[in-house]
């Protein structure tokens, strides 16, 4: 089956969008976490540490919503926690994007698979079967 000229342009135009949104989506993770680290160390920078007493490695915040607050809080932790919920979020975003060019495309069977492989990726975030 042949495809027609203005189908191809639509498929080209998808991979560039795909592709830039990867790239976009992994600079912009960088340069959060980056501007976290920079946070981080302007506040923390000058602490010394007591070698003497072990007190383990620090908590992270596990909440999207304290990661937030803390993120308007200024601190640099939540900084960097969101980066590296967008780095996440990128090839998320990236799935849900050819699942909508499949289905403009009306190319069903992609359509299927790409949300199969969208539900396994959120059924291992979510399901907390991680190791």
Excluded: C
């Excluded at 501007?35 to 506040?43: E, Q, S, T």
């Excluded at 602490?47 to 908590?59: A, C, L, V």
């Amino acid at each position: 089956m042949k495809k027609n000229t203005k189908q191809i342009k639509g498929d080209r135009d998808i991979q560039l969008f795909i592709g830039s949104l990867l790239r976009w989506g992994v600079l912009l993770s960088m340069a959060v976490v980056i501007f976290g680290g920079i946070v981080y160390l302007y506040r923390h920078g000058q602490t010394t540490i007591d070698y003497s007493q072990f007190k383990g490695e620090p908590s992270l915040t596990t909440k999207f919503v304290d990661i937030i607050e803390g993120v308007f809080a200024f601190k640099g932790r939540a900084i960097i926690q969101l980066g590296i919920i967008l780095l996440i979020a990128t090839p998320i975003a990236r799935v849900l994007t050819s699942a909508i060019g499949f289905i403009a495309e009306k190319d069903y069977l992609y359509v299927t698979i790409t949300l199969v492989v969208l539900a396994i990726i959120m059924f291992s975030m979510l399901g907390g079967f991680g190791g």
